[in-house]
């Protein structure tokens, strides 16, 4: 079976790539023009595409079974750039695997952030409507729309929560805190998350290849646990054996700093972490996703495993000579 997966030179693209190829499919990694092959293995097919030419997808996507859509964008300067990462080249997917003859699957990378934080603590459920407090949620829900609405072929969204594991940039600067010797809180309240290891995501996307219950669906892909901010630094310390001093930063503090990285972004052009979009998900009191709609109808069983999580993902940033 033949899988394509776009955006396969980044942190989850490149995880896909591996673990289909271990998993013994014949894969695709589509990657634009002048992308770096790095984290690719040398034995998938590199398909280098112009993700705004259809033809150029087309070519792409011919007899291939199942498309994993994986590019985008989480971060961006503007909201222009954001919905033309995230929903422009969705569409453009969609157009040209609408064109193929032969049937295929379209699995869409979709995000927690496509939803809402929860309330009360109560996860949010995949009927309940969306209500995206960001312009990259916004701009995925958009796209999921759009999958509903023109693709001809079979699909499946997945809506993955914080995703952490080997060659993740985000989380790493969460670790390079901590080893450094801090760890911090915003606010006085210790807020609630979903998490997923990459290689549980990885093997919850393959529960939906090619699965007739998963087609027309749409599932939140969580590791069953719910954690909160504090457990992630307490779990980063013990892989680096630090014993970081915690820093309690008041939400009206680290607004300024969400605001100064923001405008600090526009000023030079780049695409910073710390911005406003950013804040307003950190400030949010919880996000929690129920799984049990996945565990019902794909057998979804995950296995949680923090703690050995973060130790192997700290290995493999020394490894890479990230920290």
Same mark, same amino acid.
């Given at each position: 079976?033949?899988?394509?997966?776009?955006?396969?030179?980044?942190?989850?693209?490149?995880?896909?790539?591996?673990?289909?190829?271990?998993?013994?499919?014949?894969?695709?990694?589509?990657?634009?023009?002048?992308?770096?092959?790095?984290?690719?293995?040398?034995?998938?097919?590199?398909?280098?595409?112009?993700? +705004? +030419?259809?033809?150029?997808?087309?070519? #792409?996507?011919? /007899?291939?079974?199942?498309?994993?859509?994986?590019?985008?964008?989480?971060?961006?300067?503007?909201?222009?750039?954001?919905?033309?990462?995230?929903?422009?080249?969705?569409?453009?997917?969609?157009?040209?695997?609408?064109?193929? #003859?032969?049937?295929?699957?379209?699995?869409?990378?979709?995000?927690?952030?496509?939803?809402? $934080? &929860?309330?009360?603590?109560? $996860?949010?459920?995949?009927?309940?409507?969306?209500?995206?407090?960001?312009?990259?949620?916004?701009?995925?829900?958009?796209?999921?729309?759009?999958?509903?609405?023109?693709?001809?072929?079979?699909?499946?969204?997945?809506?993955?929560? &914080?995703?952490?594991?080997?060659?993740?940039?985000?989380?790493?600067?969460?670790?390079?805190?901590?080893?450094?010797?801090?760890?911090?809180?915003?606010?006085?309240? +210790?807020?609630?998350?979903?998490?997923?290891?990459?290689?549980?995501?990885?093997?919850?996307?393959?529960?939906?290849?090619?699965?007739?219950?998963?087609?027309?669906?749409?599932?939140? #892909?969580? +590791? /069953?646990?719910?954690? %909160?901010?504090?457990?992630?630094?307490?779990?980063? #310390?013990?892989?680096?054996? %630090?014993? $970081?001093?915690?820093?309690?930063? $008041?939400?009206?503090?680290?607004?300024?700093?969400?605001?100064?990285?923001? @405008?600090?972004?526009?000023?030079?052009?780049?695409?910073?972490?710390?911005?406003?979009? %950013?804040?307003?998900?950190?400030?949010?009191?919880?996000?929690?996703?129920?799984?049990? %709609?996945?565990?019902?109808?794909?057998?979804?069983?995950?296995?949680?495993?923090?703690?050995?999580?973060?130790?192997?993902?700290?290995?493999?940033?020394?490894? @890479?000579?990230?920290?």
């Amino acid at each position: 079976m033949k899988i394509a997966i776009t955006g396969a030179n980044g942190f989850v693209g490149s995880n896909l790539v591996k673990h289909f190829l271990s998993a013994g499919y014949e894969v695709k990694a589509i990657i634009r023009a002048n992308a770096a092959t790095t984290f690719i293995p040398s034995s998938a097919q590199i398909v280098r595409v112009d993700y +705004d +030419d259809v033809t150029s997808l087309l070519t #792409a996507f011919t /007899g291939v079974d199942i498309i994993i859509h994986n590019a985008g964008k989480t971060k961006a300067n503007n909201a222009e750039q954001m919905f033309k990462a995230n929903l422009g080249i969705t569409e453009k997917i969609i157009a040209a695997s609408n064109r193929i #003859a032969e049937s295929q699957q379209i699995i869409y990378l979709s995000s927690q952030a496509a939803s809402r $934080p &929860s309330i009360n603590n109560i $996860p949010v459920k995949e009927d309940e409507l969306g209500a995206p407090i960001t312009i990259y949620g916004k701009s995925k829900l958009a796209a999921e729309e759009v999958i509903k609405q023109k693709c001809k072929k079979y699909y499946t969204i997945i809506r993955p929560c &914080s995703v952490y594991g080997c060659g993740d940039k985000d989380f790493l600067q969460l670790f390079k805190i901590v080893d450094r010797g801090f760890s911090f809180q915003i606010g006085h309240k +210790d807020k609630l998350l979903n998490m997923i290891y990459v290689s549980e995501l990885c093997r919850f996307i393959e529960l939906c290849v090619n699965n007739p219950s998963a087609y027309s669906q749409t599932f939140f #892909a969580t +590791d /069953g646990q719910v954690y %909160k901010q504090s457990d992630i630094f307490s779990a980063i #310390a013990k892989a680096l054996n %630090k014993h $970081p001093i915690t820093i309690t930063v $008041p939400e009206s503090l680290a607004k300024i700093v969400f605001y100064a990285g923001d @405008l600090y972004g526009h000023l030079f052009h780049k695409e910073v972490v710390v911005n406003k979009e %950013k804040m307003k998900e950190i400030l949010a009191d919880a996000w929690l996703a129920d799984i049990s %709609k996945a565990q019902n109808i794909l057998g979804w069983q995950p296995i949680a495993n923090l703690e050995n999580n973060i130790k192997d993902t700290a290995k493999c940033y020394r490894a @890479l000579g990230w920290l």
